[in-house]
């Protein structure tokens, strides 16, 4: 056994020697949504602390349509594709430095707070850069086989590598099937039909006010808002409960319509709820009335 | 409580520490078997009552067995011992046949025990542990096992031992179901310096590899097989997931069963071999062989013998084949796909059969022999579509995706998703390879490569999921 722990302990300094001293690939590819969403924790949790953001976006998959780099030095997007809200105001509160602004997504509201991803991506182990998601060796490796790949063949390996973050999510952002676009929109209308429980909306309710009420309480000014959806869900019985739960639970607080993000803009989506890649453009340009102007001047 | 759980490490310590801290066999035994009750009880504290239950049935009916000298009471006893086990099992793995409607509408709010009953959740490792008793009263009746002949323990001694072999906690959740003839003549005091630590180590690398790097890993690949999202995947995206999957279900099963043996021979016992590289059989019999040994052998020794096996002519060999094969199906759990699953299974172990004795399935050319292989190996793989997709209508709907896909042919595949899911199988590929070479690899070449496998343990783990066959 002590061949293996040797062997153990010199690939865990030479991978390290490795990272320290190799530039790694301009874009972390990323194998799955789960470690997208490890990857977009751990990424904040050490922005916080190193060059903290302005304003903080949290949602879902929905939200992860939503490209906000060009304000990327004050606007962070902490989108867990699968996850929800809540899983974002907990690691919220984990960071050192609160952010002035929250803007929450308030579409799936149902959803827990994910105590294994926070777990898995806040450990003391992610200090250290072998641990931390984007440095797999496997990952590094395809990062490094976009890159070579890039230089021969632009078009087609390039677009995969940057849309990496995006792929990883639930379907596809563009280039549909009518047909399997219409079954999406079928299931999505099934689902809408419905109302969730009443005790778990309350129980998640609770759950949002103490997140919030602790995140005001450090300073950040917390505000909601629902993506637009496919036309037809929008008034159908579960949107209408989770907007008027949110209403009624916090009457004080700025609520970001669908309406006011789609601005009379057709919304298609790609399944019924996640935007197709020109409406997250169109909402994005919407959102901007709502961040701050110059991301310079924070600095 | 999951064994890649920083909790059972810590609970595992503790055990470790106290047992073999303890002065004698007595000590040992209670503590091995609160720590298992303890590990049993940690998600659903109240489905202890029914494990329990089980417990005393088989305890109290295989202990009149033993003590009994009529051959009349012993077989009543046996009987009813066997038939209320296998009742609890059915009843609540089969419950949802009858009255789903009635434990959707009245969730959390059982009345009475009926009701409690009725609404529970499928008891954790219920398949497991009825099996383990229904062995015991088995071999106890037969009397062919030498560990049981002559034997008069006092009741007291008897429920004890039994409650530690139906509750052993590294084989509790999902086996490997071992029979009650090999268990109990391993209880006896264990002592720290008995212990191989080399091996055991080895097993806990080589099982935390496969589930946590390997299975993990793929199941974020496979995810996408769930519906609705294959009806987005081109049918080159969706092959490559069904190979992915058989690849995540062999080092998810195998990966738990390693463990669980290593963590038994940490404890001093030996837990039976579940798998012997199965994807490198070149028959469906070979495969069920080399595939969860333990189950396929309990159902050989408890299900196949006693309907007559192949000794009561052809048609009757084909019926058992059938019977044996689907209701190994529906003991996964009360599901149309499970049934076809073990029907395909069946099928296949009959329709070779005929060929058993054939030139093709005596000849050693190495193209024939790997032809076998993966015919079989794509055999089984097709099966395991019945696994992942328990709705059989969302399985057929995958077929006719794959088939007539919505989003791209053959050709169009995601060349990420491909990669990983390349990747992370290739493990798979080596380990099944290594067991040709395994005698001449040197030493030092082994343990350098359990080293590797440690790494990727530190830096590649997938994300923490429950074993696969957790549910059954």
């Given at each position: ?299 | ?252 099963f195998a990966g738990y069963s390693i463990i669980a043996i290593g963590l ?73 796909s499970f049934l076809v699953w073990g029907l395909w299974h069946g099928l ?125």
């Amino acid at each position: 056994m002590r061949i293996t722990f040797a062997v153990t302990l010199c690939l865990l300094i030479a991978f390290s020697v490795f990272l320290k001293f190799t530039p790694k690939p301009a874009k972390p590819t990323l194998q799955s949504q789960w470690a997208n969403n490890q990857y977009l924790v751990e990424k904040y949790l050490r922005t916080q602390s190193i060059n903290p953001v302005d304003t903080l976006i949290i949602g879902s998959s929905l939200t992860d349509r939503l490209d906000f780099s060009e304000k990327a030095n004050c606007v962070y997007r902490l989108s867990l594709s699968g996850d929800s809200s809540l899983t974002a105001l907990a690691v919220a509160m984990k960071s050192g430095k609160t952010p002035k602004n929250i803007w929450v997504e308030i579409n799936y509201p149902e959803r827990d707070v994910n105590l294994e991803l926070i777990r898995d991506a806040t450990g003391y182990s992610k200090a250290i850069p072998a641990f931390q998601i984007e440095n797999r060796p496997l990952s590094l490796a395809l990062g490094y086989l976009h890159q070579a790949a890039a230089r021969f063949n632009p078009p087609h390996i390039i677009g995969d590598a940057e849309q990496q973050e995006a792929k990883t999510d639930t379907q596809p952002t563009s280039n549909i099937n009518e047909t399997v676009r219409q079954n999406a929109i079928a299931l999505q209308t099934g689902i809408y039909k419905g109302q969730l429980q009443s005790n778990i909306l309350l129980e998640r309710m609770d759950k949002y006010m103490h997140f919030i009420k602790e995140l005001e309480s450090k300073g950040a000014i917390v505000g909601f808002f629902e993506l637009p959806i496919y036309p037809n869900l929008r008034e159908l019985p579960r949107a209408v409960q989770v907007r008027e739960a949110f209403k009624k639970y916090f009457p004080q607080h700025q609520l970001i319509s669908f309406a006011d993000l789609s601005n009379g803009l057709t919304i298609k989506t790609s399944d019924g709820v996640h935007l197709q890649e020109n409406e997250a453009s169109a909402v994005v340009k919407n959102f901007d009335f709502y961040l701050p102007a110059n991301c310079n001047l924070l600095r | 409580m999951n064994y890649t759980d920083q909790v059972f490490i810590v609970f595992f310590l503790v055990t470790f520490s106290l047992y073999y801290l303890a002065s004698n066999v007595k000590q040992q035994l209670l503590i091995i078997i609160l720590a298992s009750l303890f590990f049993y009880a940690w998600e659903a504290p109240l489905l202890l009552v029914i494990f329990l239950c089980s417990w005393v049935i088989t305890g109290v009916s295989s202990w009149y067995v033993l003590s009994s000298a009529n051959k009349n009471k012993q077989k009543l006893a046996a009987f009813s011992g066997v038939i209320t086990n296998l009742l609890m099992l059915g009843f609540f793995k089969y419950k949802l046949l009858f009255v789903a409607d009635y434990i959707l509408s009245h969730q959390g709010t059982a009345q009475s025990i009926t009701d409690w009953l009725i609404l529970a959740p499928l008891p954790i490792g219920i398949s497991f542990y009825t099996f383990h008793g229904i062995s015991l009263l088995v071999d106890i009746y037969r009397g062919t096992a030498s560990v049981f002949v002559n034997r008069r323990p006092k009741i007291v001694e008897h429920l004890s031992e039994t409650l530690l072999y139906l509750v052993f906690f590294p084989q509790l959740i999902a086996g490997p179901i071992i029979k009650a003839k090999d268990f109990y003549p391993q209880v006896s005091r264990k002592r720290f310096g008995d212990i191989d630590f080399t091996s055991c180590f080895r097993l806990l690398i080589l099982g935390y590899f496969l589930k946590s790097v390997v299975a993990d890993n793929l199941s974020e690949q496979t995810f996408w097989i769930a519906y609705p999202y294959f009806q987005w995947r081109s049918s080159g995206d969706l092959l490559m997931m069904l190979y992915g999957y058989s690849a995540q279900i062999f080092a998810d099963f195998a990966g738990y069963s390693i463990i669980a043996i290593g963590l038994g021979k940490l404890l001093g016992y030996n837990l039976p071999e579940n798998f012997n590289f199965p994807y490198l059989s070149s028959s469906i019999s070979e495969f069920w062989k080399r595939w969860h040994i333990s189950l396929s052998s309990w159902l050989r020794d408890y299900l196949y013998i006693p309907l007559g096996g192949n000794k009561a002519g052809n048609v009757r060999t084909y019926i058992n084949l059938l019977v044996v094969m689907v209701l190994g199906g529906l003991w996964h759990g009360a599901a149309l796909s499970f049934l076809v699953w073990g029907l395909w299974h069946g099928l296949g172990l009959a329709l070779e059969r005929p060929w058993i004795n054939s030139r093709i399935y005596a000849s050693n050319n190495f193209a024939v022999t790997f032809t076998r292989v993966f015919i079989v190996f794509n055999f089984v793989t097709i099966g395991w579509l019945f696994f992942k997709l328990q709705d059989f209508s969302q399985a057929l709907g995958f077929m006719k995706t794959l088939v007539h896909p919505e989003a791209g042919g053959i050709l169009a595949i995601n060349n990420d998703a491909a990669f990983y899911i390349l990747s992370f199988s290739v493990p798979v590929v080596v380990y099944h390879l290594f067991s040709k070479f395994k005698n001449s690899i040197p030493r030092f070449l082994k343990d350098s490569m359990y080293g590797v496998m440690l790494f990727l343990i530190l830096t590649s783990p997938g994300p923490s999921k429950p074993f696969i066959y957790f549910q059954f």
